[in-house]
């Protein structure tokens, strides 16, 4: 069995377990022992999310020593994204880095689901610190239960398949695609003609290995870490998306904190913002060379897929109230 899988399955009984054990811990040693929080993610050890996720604990652990330690869960021991969003609002867990899983919190954040949006990595940065975009996108979630301190990194998406390479969208008719919860993934792969499922990043290797889904999509560092590749033949290099991941605390946990803690996690997250980016980027370059052994690569008709595209914008444009004003907003900053 793939272990990714079988951690996926026990992840919200492990989450009620951690839950119990770090209450007593809390309060051990006559409350002297420092206050833990627990930060999940669905990535596997070495995927782009671990990296990123155990340099934040690092960093935080240094500056709050004694007062406070962040201990980082991965591979969904914690529960799948679904799981951990229903357990940040209710105390299971103090913080967690989704991804796409955020437009079902707040629909403009379907706004990241839109293809071929962001230039490149530096364009990402300007949208990650601009004021207009967290007054958008920030300010509104204190209101459902969650605090964003920082936009992070999931990266640019590329796709692999075992059916043909993809070169132009028509070549995605008929496949069968994992894709993250979120409606517009789905939207603009039916837009491409593919057959879009949405299934928990912790089943697809299997879901792959035994054929349920011809193909996914994900940034190379989440391909690598799932091991993706030893039950995929093509990789076409798409760059359909790129989407940030996202330092999450839950907001009842939040006003417990001292406004010193509150701004040294606030920080942190901001610094690691460009580590991650930074990170992905390396990331990106030497795991498309280690992937040639396993992989065929071939490029897209990019002007295709764009093209293609626009159905998607006028919808997103259409039903989120505010949506054509963030991505005009985006563009402006390219």
Same mark, same amino acid.
């Given at each position: 069995?793939?272990?990714?899988?079988?951690?996926?399955?026990?992840?919200?009984?492990?989450?009620?377990?951690?839950?119990?054990?770090?209450?007593?811990?809390? #309060?051990?040693?006559?409350? #002297?022992?420092?206050?833990?929080?627990?930060?999940?993610?669905?990535?596997?050890?070495?995927?782009?999310?671990?990296?990123? /996720?155990?340099?934040?604990?690092?960093?935080?652990?240094?500056?709050?020593?004694?007062?406070?330690?962040?201990?980082?869960?991965?591979? !969904?021991?914690?529960?799948?994204?679904?799981?951990?969003?229903?357990?940040?609002?209710?105390?299971?867990?103090?913080?967690?880095?989704?991804?796409?899983?955020?437009? #079902?919190?707040?629909?403009?954040?379907?706004?990241?689901?839109?293809?071929?949006?962001?230039?490149?990595?530096?364009?990402?940065?300007?949208?990650?610190?601009?004021?207009?975009? @967290?007054?958008?996108?920030?300010?509104?979630?204190?209101?459902?239960?969650?605090?964003?301190?920082?936009?992070?990194?999931?990266?640019?998406?590329?796709?692999?398949?075992?059916?043909?390479?993809?070169?132009?969208?028509?070549?995605? @008719?008929?496949?069968?695609?994992?894709?993250? !919860?979120?409606?517009?993934?789905?939207?603009?792969?039916?837009?491409?003609?593919? /057959?879009? #499922?949405?299934?928990?990043?912790? $089943?697809?290797?299997?879901?792959?290995?035994?054929?349920?889904?011809?193909?996914?999509? /994900?940034?190379?560092?989440?391909?690598?870490?799932?091991?993706?590749?030893?039950?995929?033949?093509?990789?076409?290099?798409?760059?359909?998306?790129?989407?940030? !991941?996202?330092?999450?605390?839950?907001?009842?946990?939040?006003?417990?904190?001292?406004?010193?803690?509150?701004?040294?996690?606030?920080?942190?997250?901001?610094?690691?913002? =460009?580590?991650?980016?930074?990170?992905?980027?390396?990331?990106?370059?030497?795991? $498309?060379?280690?992937?040639?052994?396993?992989?065929?690569?071939?490029?897209? =008709?990019?002007?295709?897929?764009?093209?293609? !595209?626009?159905?998607?914008? =006028?919808?997103?444009?259409?039903?989120?109230?505010?949506?054509?004003?963030?991505? =005009?907003?985006?563009? $402006?900053?390219?």
């Amino acid at each position: 069995m793939h272990i990714g899988g079988s951690l996926r399955k026990v992840g919200w009984y492990v989450l009620v377990a951690v839950f119990a054990v770090s209450i007593l811990g809390v #309060t051990a040693g006559q409350g #002297t022992a420092a206050t833990v929080i627990r930060m999940g993610h669905v990535g596997y050890p070495g995927s782009l999310l671990a990296v990123v /996720n155990d340099e934040f604990a690092k960093r935080v652990n240094e500056a709050l020593k004694g007062k406070y330690e962040l201990k980082v869960f991965h591979s !969904s021991q914690l529960g799948s994204d679904e799981e951990m969003l229903k357990g940040i609002k209710v105390g299971m867990l103090e913080m967690f880095q989704p991804s796409t899983i955020m437009s #079902t919190v707040d629909p403009k954040f379907g706004v990241f689901e839109m293809p071929y949006l962001f230039k490149d990595r530096a364009h990402v940065k300007k949208v990650a610190e601009d004021p207009k975009v @967290k007054q958008a996108l920030f300010d509104p979630l204190p209101e459902k239960g969650l605090r964003l301190l920082a936009m992070w990194e999931n990266g640019f998406r590329v796709i692999t398949n075992n059916v043909r390479p993809i070169v132009k969208p028509e070549d995605l @008719k008929g496949i069968k695609l994992r894709v993250p !919860s979120g409606v517009w993934r789905v939207k603009m792969f039916r837009a491409y003609g593919a /057959n879009p #499922t949405p299934l928990a990043y912790g $089943e697809v290797f299997a879901a792959l290995q035994a054929g349920v889904m011809d193909g996914q999509e /994900n940034p190379f560092p989440q391909i690598w870490g799932g091991k993706f590749y030893e039950v995929q033949k093509y990789l076409s290099l798409s760059d359909h998306v790129y989407t940030p !991941s996202y330092a999450i605390i839950s907001e009842r946990f939040w006003k417990t904190l001292p406004p010193d803690v509150q701004q040294t996690l606030a920080k942190i997250a901001m610094e690691v913002g =460009d580590f991650a980016r930074s990170e992905g980027a390396r990331m990106d370059k030497d795991l $498309e060379q280690k992937m040639q052994k396993f992989l065929k690569i071939n490029e897209v =008709d990019k002007d295709a897929f764009v093209a293609a !595209s626009k159905p998607v914008y =006028d919808e997103f444009a259409k039903e989120v109230k505010g949506g054509k004003e963030l991505v =005009d907003r985006i563009l $402006e900053l390219r």
